[in-house]
Protein backbone atom coordinates (compact mmCIF):
# COMPACT_ATOMS: atom_id res chain seq x y z
CA UNK A 1 0.00 0.00 0.00
CA UNK A 2 1.08 3.34 -1.31
CA UNK A 3 1.62 5.55 2.07
CA UNK A 4 0.20 8.59 1.60
CA UNK A 5 2.46 11.67 1.71
CA UNK A 6 2.21 14.20 3.95
CA UNK A 7 0.21 17.03 2.96
CA UNK A 8 2.37 20.25 2.42
CA UNK A 9 1.42 23.64 2.84
CA UNK A 10 2.99 25.12 -0.12
CA UNK A 11 0.43 26.34 -2.66
CA UNK A 12 0.57 24.85 -6.56
CA UNK A 13 -1.78 26.98 -8.01
CA UNK A 14 -3.58 30.34 -7.13
CA UNK A 15 -6.92 32.61 -8.96
CA UNK A 16 -7.56 35.58 -9.27
CA UNK A 17 -10.68 36.90 -8.41
CA UNK A 18 -12.32 40.06 -9.67
CA UNK A 19 -14.69 41.96 -8.03
CA UNK A 20 -16.59 45.26 -8.91
CA UNK A 21 -17.72 47.64 -7.26
CA UNK A 22 -20.99 47.37 -8.01
CA UNK A 23 -21.26 43.91 -6.16
CA UNK A 24 -20.57 45.80 -2.87
CA UNK A 25 -22.06 49.30 -3.34
CA UNK A 26 -25.19 48.34 -2.18
CA UNK A 27 -23.65 46.41 1.10
CA UNK A 28 -22.72 47.67 4.46
CA UNK A 29 -19.42 47.45 6.24
CA UNK A 30 -19.80 43.82 7.50
CA UNK A 31 -21.31 42.15 4.53
CA UNK A 32 -18.68 44.10 2.61
CA UNK A 33 -16.30 42.68 4.74
CA UNK A 34 -17.57 39.11 5.23
CA UNK A 35 -17.39 38.86 1.20
CA UNK A 36 -13.96 40.06 1.17
CA UNK A 37 -12.54 37.68 3.53
CA UNK A 38 -14.73 34.49 2.03
CA UNK A 39 -12.89 35.27 -1.19
CA UNK A 40 -9.67 35.33 0.41
CA UNK A 41 -10.47 31.98 2.45
CA UNK A 42 -10.76 30.49 -0.75
CA UNK A 43 -7.27 30.78 -0.83
CA UNK A 44 -8.06 33.72 -4.45
CA UNK A 45 -6.07 36.76 -4.73
CA UNK A 46 -8.72 39.38 -4.70
CA UNK A 47 -8.74 42.36 -7.12
CA UNK A 48 -11.61 45.38 -6.04
CA UNK A 49 -12.65 47.89 -7.93
CA UNK A 50 -12.16 50.91 -5.88
CA UNK A 51 -11.43 50.57 -2.61
CA UNK A 52 -12.77 50.49 1.28
CA UNK A 53 -13.69 53.37 3.77
CA UNK A 54 -10.54 53.97 6.23
CA UNK A 55 -12.58 52.31 9.50
CA UNK A 56 -13.54 49.43 6.58
CA UNK A 57 -9.84 49.32 6.16
CA UNK A 58 -9.23 48.70 9.68
CA UNK A 59 -12.20 46.66 10.34
CA UNK A 60 -10.99 44.47 7.81
CA UNK A 61 -7.72 43.91 9.75
CA UNK A 62 -9.51 43.40 13.16
CA UNK A 63 -11.47 40.53 11.53
CA UNK A 64 -8.67 39.14 9.85
CA UNK A 65 -7.06 39.20 13.10
CA UNK A 66 -10.12 37.69 14.28
CA UNK A 67 -9.83 34.71 12.27
CA UNK A 68 -6.01 33.51 12.39
CA UNK A 69 -5.77 30.61 14.54
CA UNK A 70 -9.60 29.69 13.59
CA UNK A 71 -9.91 28.92 10.01
CA UNK A 72 -6.81 26.28 9.05
CA UNK A 73 -3.73 27.79 7.18
CA UNK A 74 -5.30 31.43 7.44
CA UNK A 75 -2.60 33.12 8.87
CA UNK A 76 -3.76 36.67 7.50
CA UNK A 77 -3.49 38.62 4.72
CA UNK A 78 -1.67 41.14 2.49
CA UNK A 79 -3.32 43.86 1.05
CA UNK A 80 -2.77 46.68 -1.11
CA UNK A 81 -4.67 50.24 -2.64
CA UNK A 82 -3.18 51.95 -5.63
CA UNK A 83 -5.03 55.03 -6.53
CA UNK A 84 -4.39 57.80 -8.60
CA UNK A 85 -2.17 59.91 -7.47
CA UNK A 86 -4.18 63.75 -7.11
CA UNK A 87 -1.55 65.64 -5.58
CA UNK A 88 -0.68 66.99 -8.96
CA UNK A 89 -4.24 67.92 -9.81
CA UNK A 90 -5.67 71.16 -10.01
CA UNK A 91 -8.45 71.99 -7.38
CA UNK A 92 -11.04 72.10 -10.36
CA UNK A 93 -10.02 68.86 -11.27
CA UNK A 94 -10.22 66.98 -7.47
CA UNK A 95 -13.46 68.76 -7.33
CA UNK A 96 -14.98 67.10 -10.31
CA UNK A 97 -13.37 63.53 -9.16
CA UNK A 98 -14.75 64.40 -5.78
CA UNK A 99 -18.61 64.97 -7.55
CA UNK A 100 -17.83 61.77 -9.80
CA UNK A 101 -16.90 59.38 -6.72
CA UNK A 102 -19.76 60.60 -4.81
CA UNK A 103 -22.02 59.56 -7.59
CA UNK A 104 -21.08 56.29 -7.77
CA UNK A 105 -20.91 55.84 -3.87
CA UNK A 106 -16.83 55.18 -4.03
CA UNK A 107 -13.42 55.60 -5.31
CA UNK A 108 -13.55 54.01 -8.50
CA UNK A 109 -10.25 55.28 -9.63
CA UNK A 110 -8.64 53.29 -7.00
CA UNK A 111 -7.78 49.23 -6.57
CA UNK A 112 -7.36 47.12 -3.89
CA UNK A 113 -5.32 44.02 -4.07
CA UNK A 114 -6.09 41.45 -1.02
CA UNK A 115 -4.17 38.15 -1.24
CA UNK A 116 -4.10 35.47 1.34
CA UNK A 117 -0.22 35.11 3.44
CA UNK A 118 -0.04 31.73 2.79
CA UNK A 119 0.04 32.92 -1.27
CA UNK A 120 1.15 36.53 -1.17
CA UNK A 121 4.61 36.57 0.87
CA UNK A 122 4.34 40.60 0.06
CA UNK A 123 3.03 43.67 -1.95
CA UNK A 124 6.09 45.77 -2.73
CA UNK A 125 4.20 48.90 -3.33
CA UNK A 126 6.12 52.01 -4.96
CA UNK A 127 4.45 55.23 -6.05
CA UNK A 128 4.83 53.97 -9.74
CA UNK A 129 4.52 50.14 -9.57
CA UNK A 130 3.65 47.52 -7.79
CA UNK A 131 4.73 43.71 -7.11
CA UNK A 132 3.58 40.67 -5.42
CA UNK A 133 5.74 38.14 -3.77
CA UNK A 134 4.66 35.22 -4.05
CA UNK A 135 5.56 32.33 -1.36
CA UNK B 1 -31.58 84.62 35.20
CA UNK B 2 -28.36 87.41 35.22
CA UNK B 3 -27.71 86.14 38.91
CA UNK B 4 -27.50 82.60 37.24
CA UNK B 5 -24.80 84.16 34.41
CA UNK B 6 -22.67 85.41 36.67
CA UNK B 7 -22.18 82.60 39.21
CA UNK B 8 -22.18 80.27 36.38
CA UNK B 9 -19.26 82.41 35.17
CA UNK B 10 -16.99 82.62 38.56
CA UNK B 11 -18.04 79.04 38.50
CA UNK B 12 -15.91 78.62 35.50
CA UNK B 13 -13.33 80.76 36.06
CA UNK B 14 -12.59 79.47 39.79
CA UNK B 15 -12.60 75.56 38.37
CA UNK B 16 -10.04 76.81 35.78
CA UNK B 17 -7.60 78.16 38.04
CA UNK B 18 -7.38 75.34 40.60
CA UNK B 19 -7.91 72.87 38.25
CA UNK B 20 -5.39 70.14 37.71
CA UNK B 21 -3.38 70.07 34.33
CA UNK B 22 -5.20 67.57 31.90
CA UNK B 23 -3.05 65.36 30.43
CA UNK B 24 -2.62 64.81 27.01
CA UNK B 25 -2.95 61.37 25.52
CA UNK B 26 -0.27 60.71 23.03
CA UNK B 27 -0.40 57.45 21.42
CA UNK B 28 2.42 55.42 19.82
CA UNK B 29 1.23 53.68 16.51
CA UNK B 30 2.97 51.94 13.84
CA UNK B 31 4.22 48.56 12.56
CA UNK B 32 5.55 46.53 14.87
CA UNK B 33 9.53 46.51 15.24
CA UNK B 34 9.79 49.89 14.07
CA UNK B 35 10.53 51.56 17.60
CA UNK B 36 7.94 52.60 19.09
CA UNK B 37 8.44 51.18 22.98
CA UNK B 38 12.16 52.95 22.45
CA UNK B 39 11.28 55.92 21.61
CA UNK B 40 8.18 55.57 24.38
CA UNK B 41 11.30 54.55 26.81
CA UNK B 42 13.53 57.04 26.12
CA UNK B 43 10.74 59.99 26.65
CA UNK B 44 9.76 57.92 29.93
CA UNK B 45 13.17 57.47 31.15
CA UNK B 46 13.77 61.02 30.31
CA UNK B 47 10.91 62.93 32.31
CA UNK B 48 10.10 60.09 35.27
CA UNK B 49 13.01 57.82 35.76
CA UNK B 50 11.12 54.69 34.27
CA UNK B 51 10.63 53.14 31.05
CA UNK B 52 6.99 51.85 29.61
CA UNK B 53 7.93 48.44 29.01
CA UNK B 54 10.58 46.10 27.38
CA UNK B 55 12.01 46.03 23.90
CA UNK B 56 12.72 43.28 21.31
CA UNK B 57 14.66 41.85 18.15
CA UNK B 58 12.06 39.34 17.86
CA UNK B 59 8.31 40.96 16.43
CA UNK B 60 5.20 41.90 18.15
CA UNK B 61 7.29 42.41 21.72
CA UNK B 62 4.27 44.79 22.94
CA UNK B 63 1.26 42.60 22.98
CA UNK B 64 -1.04 44.72 25.33
CA UNK B 65 -1.09 48.70 25.18
CA UNK B 66 1.25 50.27 27.89
CA UNK B 67 0.49 53.29 29.37
CA UNK B 68 2.74 55.80 31.45
CA UNK B 69 0.15 58.59 33.41
CA UNK B 70 1.38 62.16 34.01
CA UNK B 71 4.84 62.15 32.16
CA UNK B 72 5.69 65.89 32.23
CA UNK B 73 7.39 66.93 29.53
CA UNK B 74 10.26 69.88 29.72
CA UNK B 75 10.94 71.53 26.67
CA UNK B 76 12.97 75.12 26.08
CA UNK B 77 10.98 76.08 29.63
CA UNK B 78 7.71 74.94 28.30
CA UNK B 79 6.31 72.41 30.61
CA UNK B 80 3.12 69.49 29.16
CA UNK B 81 1.82 67.18 30.61
CA UNK B 82 1.07 63.71 28.74
CA UNK B 83 -0.69 60.30 29.15
CA UNK B 84 1.62 57.67 27.29
CA UNK B 85 0.08 54.79 25.25
CA UNK B 86 2.43 52.98 23.70
CA UNK B 87 0.64 50.44 21.44
CA UNK B 88 0.71 46.93 19.82
CA UNK B 89 2.21 47.37 16.58
CA UNK B 90 -0.43 46.77 13.64
CA UNK B 91 -0.26 43.94 11.02
CA UNK B 92 -1.97 41.81 8.85
CA UNK B 93 -0.80 38.81 9.30
CA UNK B 94 0.97 37.13 12.23
CA UNK B 95 2.45 33.60 11.28
CA UNK B 96 3.80 31.65 14.32
CA UNK B 97 6.15 30.13 12.39
CA UNK B 98 7.73 33.31 12.00
CA UNK B 99 8.67 33.57 15.58
CA UNK B 100 10.11 29.94 15.09
CA UNK B 101 13.23 31.69 13.83
CA UNK B 102 14.35 33.02 16.59
CA UNK B 103 14.85 29.63 18.65
CA UNK B 104 11.34 29.81 20.30
CA UNK B 105 9.58 26.96 20.92
CA UNK B 106 6.95 26.08 18.71
CA UNK B 107 4.27 25.79 21.97
CA UNK B 108 5.45 29.43 23.13
CA UNK B 109 5.29 30.73 19.47
CA UNK B 110 1.82 30.04 18.81
CA UNK B 111 1.17 31.74 22.30
CA UNK B 112 2.83 34.51 20.94
CA UNK B 113 1.12 35.20 17.80
CA UNK B 114 -2.13 34.66 19.43
CA UNK B 115 -1.81 37.56 21.96
CA UNK B 116 -0.28 39.59 19.05
CA UNK B 117 -3.55 39.17 17.20
CA UNK B 118 -4.90 40.24 20.37
CA UNK B 119 -2.63 43.22 20.55
CA UNK B 120 -3.65 44.37 16.90
CA UNK B 121 -7.59 44.50 17.62
CA UNK B 122 -6.36 46.35 21.05
CA UNK B 123 -4.68 49.20 18.98
CA UNK B 124 -7.22 49.63 16.33
CA UNK B 125 -10.10 49.72 19.23
CA UNK B 126 -7.76 52.14 21.18
CA UNK B 127 -7.25 55.16 17.93
CA UNK B 128 -10.75 56.88 18.87
CA UNK B 129 -9.45 57.69 22.49
CA UNK B 130 -5.81 59.00 21.40
CA UNK B 131 -5.28 63.06 21.21
CA UNK B 132 -2.12 63.19 19.23
CA UNK B 133 -0.39 60.52 17.87
CA UNK B 134 3.05 59.69 16.85
CA UNK B 135 3.49 57.22 13.76
CA UNK B 136 6.67 55.83 14.19
CA UNK B 137 7.82 54.20 11.37
CA UNK B 138 11.19 52.16 10.41
CA UNK B 139 13.13 54.66 7.84
CA UNK B 140 15.34 51.46 6.45
CA UNK B 141 11.93 50.11 5.06
CA UNK B 142 9.55 50.72 2.48
CA UNK B 143 6.92 53.18 4.10
CA UNK B 144 4.72 52.75 1.14
CA UNK B 145 2.92 49.69 3.54
CA UNK B 146 -0.88 49.63 3.70
CA UNK B 147 -0.70 49.45 7.23
CA UNK B 148 0.75 52.87 7.61
CA UNK B 149 -1.90 54.33 4.95
CA UNK B 150 -4.61 52.72 6.70
CA UNK B 151 -3.11 54.21 10.07
CA UNK B 152 -3.24 57.69 8.98
CA UNK B 153 -6.48 57.67 6.93
CA UNK B 154 -8.40 56.70 10.10
CA UNK B 155 -6.62 59.32 11.74
CA UNK B 156 -7.66 61.56 9.41
CA UNK B 157 -11.20 60.23 9.48
CA UNK B 158 -11.12 61.27 13.38
CA UNK B 159 -9.64 64.63 13.11
CA UNK B 160 -6.44 63.53 15.56
CA UNK B 161 -2.94 65.63 14.94
CA UNK B 162 -0.42 63.44 13.63
CA UNK B 163 3.31 62.91 13.19
CA UNK B 164 5.14 60.78 11.99
CA UNK B 165 8.64 59.86 13.15
CA UNK B 166 11.31 58.08 10.91
CA UNK B 167 13.27 56.47 13.66
CA UNK B 168 16.53 54.05 12.79
CA UNK B 169 18.59 56.88 11.38
CA UNK B 170 21.92 55.80 13.34
CA UNK B 171 21.53 53.07 10.53
CA UNK B 172 22.57 53.26 7.30
CA UNK B 173 19.94 52.38 5.54
CA UNK B 174 17.75 54.86 6.99
CA UNK B 175 15.88 57.02 4.16
CA UNK B 176 13.97 59.51 6.15
CA UNK B 177 13.44 61.32 2.54
CA UNK B 178 11.83 58.38 1.53
CA UNK B 179 9.25 58.80 4.04
CA UNK B 180 8.66 62.89 3.28
CA UNK B 181 7.91 61.98 -0.23
CA UNK B 182 5.52 59.17 0.67
CA UNK B 183 3.82 61.24 3.10
CA UNK B 184 4.30 65.01 2.36
CA UNK B 185 1.37 66.21 3.78
CA UNK B 186 2.91 65.49 7.06
CA UNK B 187 5.35 66.32 9.24
CA UNK B 188 8.51 63.64 9.39
CA UNK B 189 11.19 64.25 12.19
CA UNK B 190 13.90 61.57 11.84
CA UNK B 191 15.55 60.28 15.04
CA UNK B 192 17.12 57.14 16.64
CA UNK B 193 15.49 56.35 19.27
CA UNK B 194 17.92 54.04 20.75
CA UNK B 195 21.05 56.59 20.70
CA UNK B 196 18.30 59.29 21.36
CA UNK B 197 19.57 61.38 18.35
CA UNK B 198 17.20 64.64 17.18
CA UNK B 199 14.90 64.13 20.08
CA UNK B 200 14.89 67.94 20.35
CA UNK B 201 13.10 68.55 16.73
CA UNK B 202 10.97 65.64 18.20
CA UNK B 203 9.18 67.21 21.62
CA UNK B 204 9.55 70.99 19.52
CA UNK B 205 6.72 69.13 16.96
CA UNK B 206 4.96 67.42 19.93
CA UNK B 207 4.54 70.59 21.54
CA UNK B 208 2.82 72.56 18.26
CA UNK B 209 1.12 69.49 17.30
CA UNK B 210 -0.66 69.16 21.29
CA UNK B 211 -1.66 72.36 21.21
CA UNK B 212 -3.65 72.14 18.57
CA UNK B 213 -5.38 69.46 20.98
CA UNK B 214 -8.70 71.21 22.63
Redesign the interface.
Known amino acids: MVKKKKKLRKIKGFAIQFLPYSEIRDLNSTERIKKILTIIFGQNILILQGKLKPDEETRLIEDTMAMIGHVKNFSGIELAVISGNGNNQSYFTKMKQGIANALAGGDLGAITIIGPATIVKEIKRNPKKIELMLN | MVIKIVKNFFKKIFSNMFREKKSIKLGFYGPPNAGKTSLANRICKDFTGEEIGSVSKIPHETRTIQFKEKVEIDYKGKKMVFKMIDTPG ?6 Y ?1 DFLKYKMKKKEAKKR ?2 EA ?2 G ?2 ES ?1 KW ?1 DDMDVVVIVLDATE ?1 P ?4 N ?2 II ?2 L ?2 RKIPVLIVANKIDLKKAEVKKIE ?2 F ?1 EYEVVGISAKHGKNLEEFYESIFKLSKKVK
Do not use: H, M, R, S
Not at chain 2, 90 to 95: E, G, L, Q, Y
Not at chain 2, 144 to 147: A, E
Open positions: IATKIDEAKTQVVILNYNQVITGNVAVAP
